[in-house]
């Protein structure tokens, strides 16, 4: 079954094949608009590629640390004072890889916040430290294994992708792991190695939208538009990003993370690295927004006569009730990532609006507000921009300009 404004071909199993295609006056405008910012997207990241991959200093534990399971647990009862919870006693803990590989070992049971519960059968990390406590055990319980579990969790996500999405999951999978790959190889690495964090993320963000938008839903004009209207909105959050920090003097660090890294040689910018932050975030719910208003106009376009102010009318409604929901869930989801710390919050006895007002907070409300203002922004810019290019019919069936055959890929 062929569209109405297709190029009366269809074809199977690929739902951005079924959209409606582009004149291709329409599709020489946008890769006029496109490449030059391609181009210099590439040109960015060779300039800025670090120089030697990073190596953490860390703490030099790789050496010393062991996995093992647990056979066997020994409680006991704790001395007088101890913290209600604690566990107290032993544990027997079979080394099958590290240090002391094949040797049964004993260790004390964890103890403290967040302390690992042993229990026999459990798969642990130990670390290996002979005598760093006279007369007691050389090998220490620090975490739970959690490799198995994780590959099993990561390996049914992708199946349920796969299910539904089928063809479109497999080629949403491809581009998260190229969205990783950028993030891993050329971010996090460019900014240790002393780049600009906000310049680095802006052009590592311009890769992973280029790379990861066009291989989820081709090569299409569709997806050109989506990419435009994430690009514009991506440069209205970097700029109020910028001007909110220097407004609110936001210095980057409000944590015990934010201070180690403030301290490491090579200086990280701080208050760059929380701009840095705040537009990575922003993209993750930029592309959703503006491939729906995209693909929206082009099929409210195909579907009959119409006028470029008529689509931007309809699709606007159409993104004004997405953008009601995706606000929402931007301020859930950074709410409940901050759910610790807005129960200390709420556990002290500063006033409300010395706690709204420090760094801590206040760097959670920028992300959220600049994010949701960006995202906000996204609707009108991509829909304004598919309205432009959309091959808009004035009469009945008639195309308001010729159609040419050659489809959108």
């Not at 490799?147 to 999978?173: D, K, Q, Y």
């Not at 790379?211 to 690009?231: D, I, P």
């Not at 950074?334 to 010395?354: H, I, M, R, V």
């Amino acid at each position: 079954m062929t569209l109405p404004g297709t190029n009366g071909t269809a074809r199977h199993g690929h739902a951005h094949d079924r959209l409606p295609a582009a004149s291709r006056h329409t599709r020489r405008v946008m890769t006029a608009v496109l490449a030059p910012a391609a181009l210099l997207t590439i040109v960015a990241m060779i300039a800025l590629w670090p120089a030697r991959p990073h190596r953490g200093a860390g703490s030099g534990d790789d050496g010393r640390r062991a996995n093992g399971t647990v056979i066997s647990v020994t409680e006991q009862s704790c001395p007088a004072g101890t913290a209600a919870g604690q566990a107290c006693g032993s544990a027997t803990v079979h080394v099958e890889h590290g240090p002391g590989a094949g040797s049964d070992v004993a260790v004390d049971l964890p103890s403290g916040p967040g302390a690992p519960r042993l229990r026999v059968g459990d798969e642990v990390v130990l670390l290996y430290l002979p005598g760093a406590v006279p007369g007691g055990h050389a090998y220490t319980v620090v975490d739970h294994q959690r490799g198995r579990p994780l590959i099993w969790l990561i390996a049914l996500t992708a199946v349920v992708i796969l299910a539904f999405g089928r063809w479109r999951g497999l080629t949403s999978l491809a581009g998260l792991a190229l969205s990783f790959t950028i993030l891993l190889l050329f971010i996090v690495p460019a900014i240790l190695d002393g780049s600009p964090p906000l310049l680095v993320a802006v052009v590592g963000s311009a890769a992973i939208m280029f790379a990861a938008l066009y291989l989820t839903h081709g090569l299409n004009v569709h997806t050109s538009v989506a990419v435009a209207g994430t690009l514009a909105s991506l440069v209205l959050t970097g700029v109020l990003g910028v001007a909110f920090t220097a407004a609110l003097h936001l210095s980057g660090v409000a944590t015990d993370e934010d201070s180690f890294l403030a301290s490491i040689p090579g200086s990280i910018d701080m208050r760059g690295l929380l701009l840095a932050g705040v537009v990575i975030g922003a993209l993750g719910v930029l592309d959703d927004v503006t491939v729906t208003q995209a693909v929206t106009v082009a099929e409210m376009a195909a579907a009959g006569p119409t006028t470029r102010w008529l689509l931007y009318r309809a699709a606007g409604r159409v993104g004004r009730a997405h953008v009601a929901s995706a606000v929402n869930t931007i301020v859930l989801a950074y709410a409940g990532a901050s759910l610790p710390l807005l129960l200390l919050f709420a556990t002290g006895s500063q006033p409300l609006s010395q706690v709204l007002t420090g760094e801590l907070l206040a760097q959670e409300i920028l992300r959220s507000a600049v994010g949701t203002i960006g995202l906000v922004a996204s609707v009108p810019i991509t829909t304004a921009l598919a309205a432009l290019v959309a091959d808009v019919r004035t009469g009945s069936g008639s195309p308001a300009r010729p159609r040419h055959a050659a489809a959108a890929h």
